[in-house]
């Protein structure tokens, strides 16, 4: 528990924490930006590095901005080698995460919807990581064929052939995380203190995949065959679970997420990731996900503080929360490290 005044610096360290998993943490800001900001800025690398211990057995990972020759890019290491991406890392720690930003999830584009779920479906799906990079990297190359040439068929048939295969996995990945979700939160129902909901996904290659023998990567590059004009025309990709959307129906109120209150938004969302935390648990080694929860407790009532507080606990998960008053952790004291955070400093003062 990680308490202090706005701008001390607990959000930073766990953003620090999120950039060791698949992707570009919690902030989903680029490289660059992570850098140190300020006039005495003189040097625009960083890194961030931990050990992780699990089954018994303990890794060293790193991630960070490396300087080359072709200028600054990321590096990432596992027990002192370099590993491929960091969707390595999806093999070895999953993470869940809540910020502030997000309580307008429901309401904004689909977008950060999208990167929501994928960040729970790499909890299920390790592999998810390096299957969207493979679609992402396909259809940019073949967007940029169609608008720059040569527009070689063979050469496009060959990109949508991957982009096919890639879509498909994402899908089902994204459809067999759903289901879990669903029947996780259809047991839990309105039994705790956050409300339960009902997830669906929403997009034309969701539903190709969703009918019979659509599942062969035959029918869906056929499709993006037929589209290569008009995605042409338009500069984007009109067909792939890159426009999907990830739509949450409030189950009592039968409401959509979007039309709830925003402290019915925030629960929701609160009540997806601890069923994904629980579901996670109970398959392979049972190690729940590490959850990274920033300024969790704002807008939360004493009821569902204390509720979040029991469910983190009962879950055993590594959880790391942050909150501008110290008293609203009080519930946890005895049950967790609690440290003061001021300029930059961490202080213990409780255990």
Known sequence: MLAGPNGAGKSNLLEAISLLAPGRGLRGATLSENT????????????????????????????????????ASRHVWLNGAPAQSSADLGELIQMAWLTPAMDRLFIESASGRRRFLDRLTLGFVPSHARTSLRYE????????????????????????????????????ARSDVVERLNRALAEQREAGAFPGGQLRLEGEADALVAERGATTASGFRERLERMRVRDAESGRTGLGPHVSDLLVRHTA???????????????LLISI??????????IGD?????????EIVAHLDAVRRAALFEEVL???????????????????????????????????ISD
Request: aromatic fraction near 4%; charge should be negative; include cysteine.
């Open 36 to 71: 140190r900001k300020g006039p005495s800025s003189t040097d625009a690398l960083w890194g961030v590095s931990a050990t992780v211990q699990r089954d018994g057995e303990s890794y060293e990972i790193e991630t960070g901005l490396s300087a080359g020759a072709n200028g």
């Open 137 to 172: 990297q396909a259809m940019r190359e073949r967007a940029r064929l169609l608008k720059h040439g040569p527009r070689d068929p063979a050469w496009l048939s060959a990109l949508e052939e991957q982009m096919a295969e890639q879509a498909i996995a994402i899908v089902l």
């Open 253 to 267: 109120k039968r409401m959509e997420a979007r039309d709830c209150s925003t402290g019915e938004q925030k629960a």
């Open 273 to 282: 990731v601890l069923a994904h935390a629980r579901e996670h648990s109970h």
């Open 286 to 294: 049972g190690f729940p996900p590490i959850l990274l929860l920033d």
């Open 314 to 348: 009962a879950l055993g998960a590594q959880a790391w929360m942050t909150g501008t008053e110290l008293s609203m952790f009080a519930p946890l004291s005895g049950h967790a490290d609690i440290f003061d955070v001021a300029e930059s400093r961490l202080t213990r």
